[in-house]
């Protein structure tokens, strides 16, 4: 399912209290291991490529193995769960099934949003029951498989539930705006279409660290003075007016490490999860918290709309010239453009159009990602501190893809360009070199 979709809509469930704010034991922090010789500069020198080579190195052939087993089959489950998709959208149209859901929310009321309110919880119940095979399989059986996952079976599908709930109220708001705009303007819903699902998109985002994150789990400030404070400082020198900095209990459902920067206009947070806090080294965090204030600074979320907006429209204008041709086939009984009973066959071109731009769509994105590398290595000033955390991301990220796979569907820079671009950043500071220059004294 269309995951932004799904997303859409929790605001409206806004009742959710934020867990309480337990306080916990200062965690006790992990320490940098060193860097290998090639990247530590004792020699007086750092060769970028060999100082790369030696910190890829640290990953073994069976993790190795194990992490692009895990990436790769990732690119397959994203090609199987488009085509699962696709049939289902086919399937109901096909059987008529999807005109007599539309013909049920006719008798149900005469309100024409409320039917497409009633519309939308149908179709989203008959597309999550047809996916459940694969869903259970790509985010259960297999994240278990590889160690990935910490939630049992009855929990996993709680949130599932959560996640219909919420997609099912913000996805129908969205729906009824929609349809409305298709009813109103027939020949120009297309452009207001797009513009409404940026506003979407940005109401999505403002809603997310307040109201979507503690659906699922408990954020709360991060206490421990020992990294907030680094941290802060990073913010304030980077122009940044935080005063808290939040951490997420991630490890309920994973043992990923991540951190991510989230909301807009006023809700912006800058949040780390458990697992970065347990296993990484305050380098490391430096490293990490850099890259998302980098996000921040360069305005990543405000250009990420207008980038959307732009695919958005340009697919919607798709959408309308394709519909009208297709919408005929008796079997399906689609009136129009406007008849919500046709939103399988606008859910198939759309997420088709979108399917073939993955390319688009994943460099869009790594160029913020790659942006926001080189923002975090400037301020945080911690080489090290990032090429390790990249390796800890190739425990489930493949480090070492091929130039053509990377731009085609990595949505992030591949371990080895987030490495390289570190060591190319250490090798014109030797400021950060271990050794004779070590007695300026890294940036701490
Ligand atoms: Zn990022």
Redesign the pocket.
């Known amino acids: 399912m269309n995951r932004c979709a799904a997303a859409l809509i929790a605001a409206f469930l806004a009742a959710v209290p934020l867990a309480a704010r337990g306080e916990t034991a200062p965690p006790k922090l992990a320490q940098l291991e060193p860097p290998p010789p090639a990247a530590s500069g004792a020699s007086g020198s750092i060769d970028p490529e060999a100082a790369t080579r030696a910190y890829l190195a640290r990953q073994t052939s069976a993790e190795k193995a194990r992490s692009d087993a895990y990436f790769e089959g990732g690119y397959w489950l994203d090609l199987w769960g488009f085509l699962w998709a696709a049939a289902a959208y086919l399937v109901l149209l096909h059987t008529g099934v999807s005109a007599r859901m539309r013909d049920l929310s006719e008798r149900l009321t005469r309100v024409r949003p409320l039917q497409i309110g009633a519309y939308w919880v149908q179709f989203l119940v008959a597309v999550a029951i047809m996916s459940l095979p694969l869903t259970v399989y790509r985010d259960f059986v297999r994240e278990h498989r590889y160690g990935l996952s910490n939630l049992t079976f009855a929990a996993w599908l709680g949130e599932l539930g959560k996640g219909l709930a919420i997609s099912a109220v913000l996805g129908g708001l969205a729906m009824m705006i929609l349809y409305a705009l298709v009813r109103r303007l027939p020949r120009t819903w297309w452009i207001w279409g797009a513009t409404a699902s940026v506003v979407f998109g940005a109401f999505f985002a403002l809603i997310v660290p307040v109201v979507i994150v503690p659906i699922f789990n408990s954020p709360k400030r991060l206490t421990d003075q020992r990294v907030v404070a680094p941290i802060l400082s990073l913010a304030r020198a980077s122009g940044i007016g935080a005063h808290d900095v939040w951490e997420v209990d991630a490890s309920k459902q994973s043992n990923r490490i991540s951190a991510n920067v989230s909301g807009l206009f006023g809700t912006e947070r800058i949040t780390l999860n458990d697992n970065l806090l347990r296993r990484a080294s305050l380098p490391e965090i430096q490293a990490v918290m850099g ?2 204030m980098g ?1 921040y600074v360069l305005n990543h979320i405000h250009k990420a709309l207008l980038q959307f907006g732009i695919v958005i429209v340009a697919g919607f204008a798709l959408l309308k010239t394709l519909f009208e041709r297709l919408r005929r086939t008796p079997r399906w009984q689609v009136r129009g453009i406007d008849d919500v009973a046709g939103l399988p066959l606008a859910a198939l071109l759309f997420t088709s159009y979108l399917f073939l731009l993955t390319p688009v769509l994943n460099t869009m994105v790594r160029v913020q ?1 790659y942006e ?1 590398d080189l923002y975090g290595l400037n301020a945080s000033a911690q080489p090290d501190g990032f090429a390790q955390v990249s390796l800890k991301l190739g425990e489930y990220r493949k480090l070492e893809p091929g130039p053509v796979e990377e731009f085609v569907l990595f949505d ?1 820079p591949s371990g080895r360009t987030r490495i390289h671009a570190a060591m190319r950043w250490k090798a014109e500071h030797p400021e950060t070199w271990s050794g004779p220059a070590q007695a300026h004294g890294p940036p701490r």
């Open positions: 890259h998302e996000h990602e926001a992030h």
